[in-house]
């Protein structure tokens, strides 16, 4: 990969900054480089190189402590997320409370590809309700935006990252257009089972939509789609499409995918925006602000070599944020002219109004799914089939006693061994030894089921960052103090998720494992615990109600484009990514309009 050194980032002319380089800083690239604008990407992590840095098919039997997780790696040893987590050393952020409930938790990555090199591959769309949510039920924000708007860079997004899935026509779950899904893959038998008892409930099981490839990519049809009158991008497209191979199951996607077949900004975006040779990549560059001119545009940013701590400045016609929600609005709190409380914050909006996902998770035990014989169960790691909302006719808060919905994140049956998946046989087998505990292992391994339920939050005014007068970071950057609580709304469905779950589990002749928790203030998972940060940057009509225009872009100052989830003006029960990307590949489609217009 050509990357290059921050000092050689700060010696070229760029047309364009992008800040960050995971989901919305791979698709800006992409989009820019592809059609010819001389891009600087800026990443605060480590260079990786998922061909040859990701641990894909090591055995649990070759890691410590058997790849269980450890502070140091929360998502166990062989996770796909190098540099990262909870905490980062030497880069700490705060919370206003002692109350382990009003605390936020902020997963960071840094490394080249950010989250994506590890996310769950779960790729839905914002349903039209889900961007009008106030014109429905009085709460929270609409955005400037309808579905139909965002619709046609959802459709290009599944185009060049491929997802699977399938169209329901269900309710605010929107179908895509016909032939732009990959085929889902086949139910385990576990999702089978759950599929046919939850019918008589009600609640219906349908393919999931994630970003894996079940067949290779259309090489020959989609980069003309994508390019239209861009016969170079076609070829460059064309060429990597067939160096991505269709997934051949089995291995953990966390740990990421050497072959291609999911989806990381490292393996999907990076590779053809760099063969174009318009992307210059430095990595450890630590960006601290953007910087502005007397006219209050964007002329550049200033950053920090992060090994050895010198600073210096890059220069562009224009800077795209996609550091992830809460950094991005890091970095504009530490951006403009002093004494205006940060770039973009003539409202008093900038970081205000974040939000993370509803979660809650049950497990349970299946006789029926005992002793069955050894079949290959695995599939295509992760979901095959979900649950989306259901319950949207009940008019949610009259019937339910909170607003909004969830969808359900279900997983069960023989795959393959990993200390997960054992994980209730501790319980089942008691004190069994030597043979005993063989044939116990042999019967109920498989017959354990779990779910998490991924629900949507109301954004309120007392969940929010700022930045910390007392603290800085190792390079002297002002640290966020986080703000957080759940309201009523959140934590009534957390409850809601607890009931339900027992209700499947049992309807599949099961037990639940554990305790169903009816207070939702205790079923809840921590705020940010799900990694699903958005907002702090809220886009909207005008520059007295928001921080950007619909395209991200800073009313105060044009040439700065938020392309990450800051822009959330509410947080769907849908995973955010995709509408992360869509919003992405739209916003700089505007902005290289507008670069053409000569306006930026
Ligand atoms: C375990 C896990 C599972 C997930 N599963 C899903 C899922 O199934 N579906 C879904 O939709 N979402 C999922 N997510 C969330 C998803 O990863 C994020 O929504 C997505 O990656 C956000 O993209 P982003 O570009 O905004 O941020 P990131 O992917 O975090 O990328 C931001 C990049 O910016 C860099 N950066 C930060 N600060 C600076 C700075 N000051 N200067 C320069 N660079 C900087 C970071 O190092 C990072 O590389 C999951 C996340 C995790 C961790
Ligand atoms: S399951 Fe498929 S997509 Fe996921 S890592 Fe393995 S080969 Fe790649």
Known sequence: MPIISTGDAASHGYDVIVVGSGAAGGQAAYTLAMEGVRVLMLEAGRNYDPLTGTAMFQK?????????????????????????GWQVPGEPYTSASDDPRRQFWWWRPRMLGGRTNHWGRIALRNGPYDFKPRSRDGLGFDWPIAYEQVAPWYDRVERLVGIYGSNEGRENTPDSPEGVLLPPPRPRVAELLAQRDSAALGIPFIPMHRAVLTRQL??????????????????????????????????PCGRGCSIRANYQSTTVHLPPALATGHLDIACDAMVREV??????????????????????????????????????????????????????NAAGLLGKYIMDTVGSSLGGQVPRMESLPPT?????????LYVPWWLYGERNVARLGFARGYHIEYGGGRRQPDVGTGAGLAGMA???????????????????????????????????????????????????????????????????????????????????????????????????????????????????????????????????????????????????????????????????????????
């Open 60 to 84: 649990p039997t070759q890691a410590p402590l058997r790849g269980e997780g450890t502070p140091d790696k929360p998502f166990g040893f062989y996770d796909a997320t190098i540099d990262g």
């Open 376 to 384: 290959n169960d695995d599939g295509v790691d992760g979901q095959h």
């Open 291 to 344: 910087l502005v001119g007397a006219d209050g545009r964007a002329t550049g940013v200033a950053y920090i070599d992060r090994r050895t701590g010198v600073e210096r400045q890059a220069r562009a016609r224009a800077v795209v944020l996609a550091a992830g929600a809460c950094e991005s609005v890091r970095i504009l709190f530490n951006s403009g002219r002093p004494g205006a409380g940060g770039l973009g």
């Open 430 to 600: 008691g004190d069994a030894m030597g043979t005993r505990l063989k044939e116990e292992a042999r019967r109920y391994y498989g017959s354990f089921v779990g779910m998490d339920g991924r629900g949507e939050m109301i954004p309120n005014a007392d969940s929010y960052c700022e930045p910390d007068p007392a603290v800085r970071d190792r390079y002297g950057i002002p640290v966020l103090r986080f703000h957080w609580k759940w309201s009523e709304h959140e934590t009534r469905q957390a409850a809601h998720m607890q009931e339900t779950f027992a209700q499947i589990i049992e309807a599949m002749g099961g037990t639940v494992m554990g305790a169903v928790e009816h207070d939702g203030a205790k079923a809840i998972e921590p705020g940010g615990k799900i990694i699903h940060e958005v907002g702090g940057a809220m886009m909207g009509r005008s520059a007295r109600d928001s921080v950007t225009n619909e395209f991200g872009q800073l009313w105060e100052s044009p040439n700065v484009i938020v392309a990450d989830g800051a822009t959330f003006c509410s947080n769907a029960d849908k995973n955010p990514t995709l509408t992360i990307m869509a919003l992405a590949w739209r916003s700089t489609d505007e902005l290289m309009a507008r670069m053409r217009r000569r306006e930026v």
């Open 218 to 251: 259309d090489h020959r049809r989609i980069p003309a789609l994508l390019h239209p009158h861009n016969p170079r991008a076609q070829r460059i497209l064309a060429a990597d499409m067939q160096r991505r191979a269709a997934c051949f199951h089995a291995t």
